[in-house]
């Protein structure tokens, strides 16, 4: 069975106690023996460059084991089905010619966790120190409106430039619309005129437009209740500035994250998880490993899902990894983490 080409800089540890991973994206190729490449850390920045750092946020869930749910509620006050997992993507972005910031390739580090907020927000800031992004670089964060999002910015990243992500703004202005003219054409139109107008002028225009509709009691306060939202997160939707300065307003990055590497790998028909085994599983999907010290790999032996991996077809080569970085562990070629 041939091996993986595995880069060093992409194992990170996992502090079990904590549930986090921390994590890179890295390509797998077939080999016709199982050894193990190093290479560099996630794609730097070249000196000089206009670079920017874009951290993005998201939650999503899990399908648990029974065991795991005991005393927690699902929605509406039912059975829950499984536990939120929180996501978080940073990554560095150049300046182009045209004056807007792209990603760089190769550039990401991906953090999830099931711990709380303030665990998991201090994991973000060590994998933003991770990607060296160079003294005094512009911090972004585009995320939705979901209030333990942005507690974490306002404790742990004050200085950062606070963005909602203009496709779950759009979501909102849409049900406004929707309340103020009722469902059809009508709606529909005042929402694509109303969208584009917010996405070149930003959401003041937005706001004074409604305000100023004219209707019974009851829909004005409806139309109040909902343009609530728009004015709680009034700074983080100057759409008009951030485009000007080729800031990114969406959150694809980390809305993908959410699906291609959490959801398609751990909502498979039947599955249902324990925290570690969801943790363990995600190692492997991010192609990273629980290793960074003697400790950590006792801790990884003793939570290795052999039925995942060959369920998974790397069995041979995950075993042989391992087994290479005991080796290091050994020859003291491992720090913490």
């Known amino acids: 069975m041939g ?61 648990m084991l029974k065991r795991y749910l005991k005393g927690a509620r699902g929605r509406g006050g039912g059975d829950p089905k499984g ?40 994991a973000l800031d060590k994998a933003r120190q991770k990607l060296a992004a160079p003294h005094g670089a512009t911090l972004v964060v585009v995320a939705d409106g979901a209030e333990w999002i942005w507690n974490i910015v306002s404790d742990r990243f004050k200085e950062a430039f606070s963005i909602i992500d203009f496709w779950h703004a759009a979501d909102r202005l849409h049900d406004l619309c929707e309340f103020a003219l009722g469902k059809g054409d009508a709606a529909q139109a005042l929402f694509k005129e109303w969208r584009k107008k917010m996405k070149v002028y930003g959401v003041d225009c937005v706001i004074r437009h409604f305000e100023g509709m004219e209707g019974s009691r009851r829909k004005l306060k409806g139309v109040a209740k909902r343009l609530a939202y728009f004015k709680r997160y009034r700074g983080q939707m100057q759409y008009r500035r951030f485009r000007r300065e080729g800031w990114p307003i969406g959150s694809g990055a980390v809305e993908g994250a959410c699906k291609s590497l959490i959801k398609q790998r751990t909502n498979l028909s039947g ?26 790999v006792i801790w990884a032996i003793k939570n290795f899902n052999l039925y995942q991996l060959m369920t998974g077809g790397i069995y041979g080569s995950a075993m042989a990894l391992l087994c290479s ?13």
């Open 3 to 63: 091996g993986l080409v595995v880069h060093e800089d992409r194992l990170h540890a996992v502090e079990p106690d904590r549930k986090i991973v921390v994590g890179t994206f890295m390509r797998l190729e077939p080999l016709a023996k199982p050894e193990y490449e190093s290479a560099s850390t996630p794609s730097p920045a070249e000196p000089g460059r206009d670079v920017i750092v874009c951290l993005q946020m998201d939650m999503t869930g899990v399908r």
């Open 83 to 122: 536990s939120q997992i929180k996501c978080g993507t940073l990554f560095l972005m150049e300046r182009d010619a045209e004056g807007r910031y792209r990603r760089i390739s190769g550039s990401a580090v991906h953090v999830t966790s099931f711990c709380a907020p303030v665990s998991f927000s201090d």
């Open 271 to 296: 599955q249902r998880w324990s925290p570690d085994g969801a943790l363990d599983v995600l190692c492997y999907k991010y192609d990273c490993i629980k290793i960074g010290s003697v400790i950590g």
């Open 325 to 337: 970085h005991i080796e290091k562990v050994k020859r003291g070629q491992y720090s913490e983490f």
